[in-house]
């Protein structure tokens, strides 16, 4: 089947440094979307795409569809402590309502 | 609007019990979904509804059945619950149809464990 790799499965950073991470996978995706989810917590959406090529920003997060639609990043900028938690990627293919996700990358984030 | 919503949020079991874990989204969306979280795992779908009135299995369907009461509802039942179901559960909705209609909203989640 599917299936979406988003690696390492864990990231450390500083407080006020960017990161970015990646998301693949073997098959073509027409939608691509990242959610966040805080512990204890459902995931919530950040960002949708749905074009190849397209670029979108929300506040200090930006995404991108990558052009062979085989992929996303998610970057986010000047990190805080409350950007920690676990970043999932999801592709959509439109045949049906059903998403593909990766595992989740889990951020953390040092004062 | 609450969104989608799920009860309980907390479930301790013995092996061999059962139990209905609930759903509820006022969102008007035509698909449900129902998940489970385990560690280093993901979600992994369990089963779906795309419409009202349709069920299709999904990644790991076995030990649960799924009922979409409406539109706004959709259960998901363990029968004789087992170890190897204690995990996090999350419902999530979608209004379908492809575009942004794939974006789905998830609920809080209901911790269960089996003992």
């Known amino acids: 089947g599917q299936q979406l790799n988003q690696s390492p499965q864990s990231m450390f950073i500083q407080e006020g440094e960017d990161v970015s991470m990646n998301c693949t996978s073997s098959?073509?995706?027409?939608?691509w979307l990242w959610y966040k989810q805080d512990p204890g917590e459902g995931p919530v959406l950040l960002i949708a795409l749905y074009k190849a090529g397209e670029l979108t920003s929300n506040g200090r997060l930006t995404a991108q569809f990558g052009i062979t639609r085989k992929d996303s990043f998610l970057n986010i900028s000047a990190s805080i402590p409350s950007d920690v938690g676990i970043y999932f990627c999801?592709?959509?293919?439109?045949?049906?309502?059903?998403?593909?996700f990766g595992k989740g990358i889990t951020l953390s984030v040092r004062p | 609007n609450a969104g989608v919503t799920q009860t309980p949020k907390f479930q301790v079991l013995k092996t061999g019990q059962s139990m209905t874990l609930q759903c509820a989204q006022d969102?008007?969306?035509?698909?449900m979904y129902w998940y489970r979280q385990d560690p280093g795992m993901g979600l992994r779908l369990i089963y779906y509804s795309a419409s009202e009135g349709t069920t299709d299995k999904g990644e790991v369907p076995n030990g649960y059945n799924v009922s979409r009461l409406n539109k706004r509802e959709f259960s998901l039942r363990l029968e004789s619950a087992a170890p190897s179901q204690t995990s996090v559960y999350f419902c999530?909705?979608?209004?379908?149809?492809?575009?942004?209609?794939?974006?789905?909203?998830f609920g809080p989640g209901t911790r269960l464990t089996v003992l």
């Open positions: 969102m008007n969306h035509n698909s």
């Open positions: 098959s073509i995706f027409n939608t």
């Open positions: 999801a592709g959509g293919t439109g045949a049906n309502s059903k998403l593909t």
């Open positions: 999530a909705s979608s209004e379908a149809g492809g575009g942004s209609y794939n974006e789905q909203f």
